[in-house]
């Protein structure tokens, strides 16, 4: 048994999905802590809240990925803050992107349900940042898999 768990684990795609699900319940508790005891009442305050909640948790996910889905042996400071985590918010700026300007419309126009399209794009989202993270962000090319 405890064989077959250290199989599931290895693979990095269940530590991925793993560390994604944890900083999205992260990032609903955030923000609803911030809405509630920072009494964000207006439109643009919970706005403001989210984008605060959003980045923290972008934060927490990066470092999260780097460390136990992609396992990095080394940390630079000057290469993880001016390299890695840079083109981490490129890749996840593109992702968004490209669901916000053109798959949820795309979708919304084919007549899928609103749930439907938001969930299909945040699996195709998870999948594209997956394979930018590993192709881009964290060059696992030059690491031991």
Not at 118 to 129: D, K, R, T, Y
Request: glycine residues 4%.
């Amino acid at each position: 048994m405890q064989e077959t768990l250290q199989k599931f684990w290895s693979r990095r795609i269940v530590r991925f999905i793993f560390v994604g699900s944890l900083t999205t319940f992260t990032n609903i508790l955030l923000i609803t802590i911030l809405v509630k005891y920072l009494n964000l009442n207006t439109p643009l305050l919970r706005s403001l809240g989210n984008a605060f909640a959003a980045e923290v948790c972008l934060l927490l996910s990066f470092f999260c990925y780097r460390q136990f889905v992609w396992q990095a042996k080394s940390f630079h400071w000057h290469k993880v803050l001016l390299y890695e985590l840079t083109i981490y918010h490129l890749s996840v700026a593109s992702v968004l992107a490209l669901r916000i300007l053109l798959l949820f419309p795309l979708l919304d126009w084919l007549g899928i349900h609103h749930a439907l399209n938001a969930l299909i794009g945040i699996a195709l989202g998870a999948a594209s940042s997956y394979a930018l993270s590993d192709k881009f962000v964290f060059n696992v090319r030059t690491r031991s898999k």
